[in-house]
DNA sequence: ACTCTTGTTGATCGGATGATCTATAAAAAA
DNA sequence: TTTTTTATAGATCATCCGATCAACAAGAGT
């Protein structure tokens, strides 16, 4: 009972760490913990994964609210801050390169455990940040995606704003699948990407080189 | 003060309802809250919505968890207890307007605020039911409509498991974005959806009359 | 009218949770 | 070593939440 009980990092001695190290690291668990348990997880629970007292938390964040909106700042920047904006407008490049490019990289970005589920929670609360994330990626992507694809769609076909929506929505829907429900993720996540973008294309008579 | 205190309801009158009317009356409450606040959302809130004193969700449920597994069933069931299987697999139907059929009616039962709320809560809850549901929705629906589309598969590419996916990741994309990220929907959500199924069975070669 | 059943209320309990305050000790400064 | 600073721990508060229980009253039966 007196083993067993000790800390998980480091068993019972009080380590004096720098503020900003210490904040990261709060940060850095928090992000872990909010993402499996919910947002409504409590700071005992935190601060015991810590390995640190529940009150300490509060000598780096006044309130939970705080913590809360770091663990977003931790979370949701460098998400969505890119050059991919000229990338995907660079018509030097075929549509279907710029679209995998992006897809691709994207993918890799956003169908992580952590930031999938925390974007879920906090969307299921209406935070502003996940209205503002949206927001910037329809102005940033899928609007440029629909005006790229619009310039060298052929046919009668013309894209519209749900096209995108739809492209974009069956990709993110394989991080839902299986960061949010626990279904076992497809095996190679590029060609399902892939497939998923010639589709689109095809349905909208882009053929290129 | 007075008269603004008063219960929502019926103000102030004590009302005595049958056991199972009542019953029906909490649990459709407790689905618009729930769906609402979130699976942690607290029985006095619900109570008050209810014009009800909180002890008394406890005569009708013994726990909170019970009642949870009441709104559960409430929203879940006959959600995907139909004959879809049979009329998917009906083969003197063309598979467009089978495929048509099946998602205009599925996203009518399930691009539900509620439904697609609570969905989620509980998808990120991990709870039982969520994973039976979509294992029952993999058998019913999805393995079905891979081997109809197999079926009439022209050219060397033959659809796979992932394709489904796809299909369905994309239309149920659009109840994601408008219920639980709060975006606007589409004006016309069969056209959006013929249009994602349009685009599917091209890709695999599927032309009929 | 009267009685009986039971749906409903109001008060309350035990535990959990966010947040505060003081004492302690680790690391830096002297 | 001694002093100073402050990161950290431990105890505690106020509030909230699920759950319990005794008392009350609405409606049915007689």
Do not use: C
């Not at 940060?27 to 997880?41: C, I, K, M, Y």
């Not at 770091?70 to 949701?76: G, I, L, R, T």
């Amino acid at each position: 009972m007196d083993i067993a009980t000790e800390r998980d990092g480091d068993a019972g001695t009080r380590r004096r760490l720098p503020p900003q190290e210490r904040r990261e690291q709060i940060v850095n668990e928090a992000v872990r913990f909010f993402a499996e348990v919910g947002l409504e997880g409590n700071t005992r629970q935190l601060a015991k994964r810590l390995g640190v007292t529940q009150s300490l938390l509060f000598k780096y964040f006044a309130t939970k609210e705080e913590l809360l909106e770091a663990v977003y700042e931790k979370v949701y920047l460098g998400r969505l801050s890119s050059d991919w904006p000229d990338r995907l407008t660079d018509r030097s490049v075929p549509l279907r390169t710029r679209l995998l490019a992006f897809y691709t990289e994207y993918s890799r970005l956003i169908f992580e455990h952590d930031w999938m589920r925390i974007f879920m929670f906090s969307g299921l609360a209406g935070a502003a940040l996940n209205h503002r994330y949206l927001e910037h990626l329809g102005d940033v992507i899928l609007e440029p995606v629909l005006a790229e694809t619009a310039a060298v769609a052929s046919g009668t076909r013309q894209p519209s704003m749900e096209d995108i929506w739809n492209l974009h929505g069956g990709i993110v829907y394989i991080g839902i699948r299986t960061h949010i429900y626990g279904l076992p993720a497809p095996e190679h996540p590029e060609e399902v990407i892939a497939s998923a973008i010639d589709k689109y294309l095809a349905y909208f008579g882009v053929s290129e080189i």
